[in-house]
């Protein structure tokens, strides 16, 4: 769908023309969906209508004050329904000084997608971008996370203690729903899978949801065993920010620099999750997409809970 260059239009209590009050333009413009602020042709008129929207005066003065799309000089404006569906995009086009082309795109489908496991595609994500996390996380409150996934549940719990910035910062974006409906987009068998950027495109801004937190190390160094969830960061100091990863290699640590906060482990009973997600197949090859699964793998929903 064309790139919406204006907030999405609504009508409510205008009134139309009838058919349309077609004064000069019809014979000037004959059998052509024209207008301008004054009149319109019924072709005009039938095409505004058929996109949802109520011709007026008010609203062709609308169409014509909108910001064009680009250089062309074009103008796109997307109407929704009650449902907040898109019914179509309205496209406009200068015709003659003053004088306005309009036609009614319908809106366009969203391509299917391959969902591992079986499963279907969750409703689209929308992550939002935030200037810090909230402090969600309450003292002496044990807290644990449940994923839900194209390919089962990842029961977790999460180490409060030993990170309680990264753990706040985990809650604070599962409660907001920054998760839902991204995918694991690397999933390395025998070493990680990782998930949480808000595009699925590493590398691709904004890889993150606007914001950093600090790093926190246990003392002893961490460990990065099967089952440890940890945050993924550039490898620079106090640089995580929605990314993390869960290990999934089977026999010892993972061989990662301790450059990585650890802030949750993997239940034992959650384990076939994570084997069925870390031997998804792959796209392969030398790539920027060799370790992006050739089926999406979802996260649905992230729930947390307290004891």
């Known amino acids: 769908m064309p790139l919406v260059v204006a907030a999405a239009i609504f009508i409510a209590g205008c009134g139309g023309n009838g058919g349309g009050d077609e004064g000069p333009l019809a014979e000037r413009y004959p059998g052509e969906a024209v207008f301008n602020e004054s009149y319109v042709t019924d072709e005009a008129h039938d095409e505004i209508e058929e996109c949802g929207f109520t011709d007026s005066e008010e609203q062709r003065r609308r169409f014509v004050q909108a910001p064009?799309?680009?250089?062309?000089?074009?103008?796109?404006?997307?109407?929704?329904?009650?449902?907040?569906?898109?019914?179509?995009?309205?496209?406009?086009?200068?015709?003659?000084?003053?004088?306005y082309t309009v036609s009614c795109k319908p809106p366009t489908e969203e391509p299917a997608v391959d969902v591992a496991c079986g499963a279907e595609a969750p409703p689209k994500a929308n992550p939002q971008q935030y200037a810090r996390?909230?402090?969600?996380?309450?003292?002496?409150?044990?807290?644990?996370?449940?994923?839900?996934?194209?390919?089962?549940?990842?029961?977790?719990?999460?180490?409060?203690?030993?990170?309680?910035?990264?753990?706040?910062?985990?809650?604070?974006?599962?409660?907001?729903?920054?998760?839902?409906?991204?995918?694991?987009?690397?999933?390395?068998?025998?070493?990680?899978?990782?998930?949480?950027?808000?595009?699925?495109?590493?590398?691709?801004?904004?890889?993150?949801?606007?914001?950093?937190?600090?790093?926190?190390?246990?003392?002893?160094?961490?460990?990065?065993?099967?089952?440890?969830?940890?945050?993924?960061?550039?490898?620079?100091?106090?640089?995580?920010?929605?990314?993390?990863?869960?290990?999934?290699?089977?026999?010892?640590?993972?061989?990662?620099?301790?450059?990585?906060?650890?802030?949750?482990?993997?239940?034992?009973s959650s384990f076939e999750t994570l084997e069925k997600i870390a031997t998804v197949p792959t796209k392969g090859g030398t790539g920027a997409d060799a370790e992006e699964p050739v089926a999406n793998v979802y996260i649905e929903s992230i729930e947390i809970t307290e004891a």
Not at 75 to 92: M, Q, R, Y
Not at 192 to 214: E, F, H, K, S
């Open 68 to 99: 064009p799309a680009d250089a062309t000089g074009r103008k796109v404006i997307e109407s929704f329904g009650e449902d907040a569906e898109s019914k179509g995009t309205l496209e406009i086009l200068q015709r003659d000084p003053g004088i």
């Open 133 to 268: 996390p909230e402090e969600v996380t309450r003292a002496r409150t044990d807290y644990r996370a449940v994923i839900h996934t194209s390919c089962g549940d990842i029961e977790m719990d999460l180490l409060e203690q030993q990170a309680p910035r990264n753990v706040n910062n985990f809650v604070f974006l599962a409660q907001e729903g920054f998760y839902d409906g991204l995918t694991f987009p690397r999933v390395v068998n025998n070493f990680v899978i990782q998930a949480g950027d808000p595009n699925d495109a590493n590398g691709t801004p904004p890889d993150g949801p606007g914001y950093t937190i600090p790093d926190e190390f246990p003392d002893e160094g961490p460990d990065y065993v099967y089952g440890v969830v940890a945050m993924a960061s550039t490898g620079a100091p106090d640089s995580a920010g929605s990314q993390f990863f869960i290990v999934v290699q089977s026999e010892g640590p993972a061989g990662l620099d301790p450059l990585y906060s650890i802030f949750g482990v993997v239940e034992e």
